[in-house]
């Protein structure tokens, strides 16, 4: 990042390719949809370059970068006024790999659809935590959250995704 | 995992190409914070040169006089050092923080209004000018509250003007909040020196000018903070 605001074009492509996969998976799962997080994920780093001033090395890339797409989701969200709308017109599961903790609970699918289940501000800690490796500490100053909160979020979506499974898997049999 | 892309589209490459002048890094937060008090201390400083020091300095003692103040500049500067972290994507503060900031300020200029006013009631307003124009201050004391307000309110509008540009930068979520709290921090900041030129105690004056300066310059920050936010917005969404 630092080469970066030194203003080298090859340090940028270095932290897309690291964090755009990423990224994106991330706003696909706050958006919903393909398309928009596609759009977001290039808002996202167009705003990064563009405040690339404010980045301060105290902080680590990767939590900067996603609190920044963070940003850039609710700013369309509140822009467009659409979030009801994004919410109901969610047509295809979020795209993740299956947690570690629970890929012994359910199949990819069933896990899948126990995460869509559970409250957002909790499957956003979980994923957060356990699909792109945050500490609570990074999960707290991106969300203003303590980092206990941030822990209690995990942890309660964690409980509840076990239930969310347990019935999907009683509904199946 | 469908991970499309991991390389960035020639657009979004031709638009980085096209600004690469390299930045310095942002300062800290607390540091950002701190790049406020020589102006306010500049503007502190020349406000009590212009106005004189209240003439019941000796009543109130140091504790009431430059101890209050300077427990009020520091929420100040806290003030604004929660705002820089509001600014910083990866650095927000829990909201009951800012709560409890908000609230500890609006304590802090209470409590200090009231224990000034217990320790020296004095409500005419001696200053440095001709005797005809402190008779008419002492018969409209209006006058005394609206200069007082009006006055804290610009010099604060200084503070906010030089905060509008330390965070044109800011990646604020809620830009509102961020610019009501530098904005709150600027009047606190003012405020700080202002009553200690301030010839007038009663509560009314200093709740209703300095502190109505106070919640002005918060709701001024609030408004730029709003502004520059969606300002931010548009320009992402023409871009894009």
Redesign the interface.
Known sequence: MIRYQGGSLEAFQEIYTQLAPGVRRYLKHLAGESEIADDLLQETFLQMHRSRAAYNPKYAVKPWVFGLARNVFLMHRRAARQWAKVHESREDLPEFSVLPEADRLGSKDEIRRGIARLASDQAEALLLHHEWGFSFEEIAGMLGISAAAARARASRGMADLRMALKSIQRARA | ?????????E???R???Q??????????PLQLALRMVPLALLISSLILLAIGPRHDLSVLGPLLTWGASSAQFVLAITLVWIAAH???????????VIYFAAIAASLVVVLVTLLTFSTSPAHEPLLRVPPRVNEMLRTSPWIMGFACGIGSTLAGGILILLFSRIFR?????RPTVAGALYGAGAGLAINAGWRIACPVSTPWHALGAHGAAIIATAILGALIGRFSGSR??Q???R??
């Open positions: 995992m469908m991970d499309r892309s991991p390389k960035p589209p657009a979004l490459m638009a980085i190409a600004d690469l002048r390299p930045v310095r890094p942002s300062p800290q509001e600014s910083t994507p990866a650095g927000r503060l829990p909201r009951q930068n800011s990646l604020a979520i931010r917005s320009i992402g969404a871009r894009a």
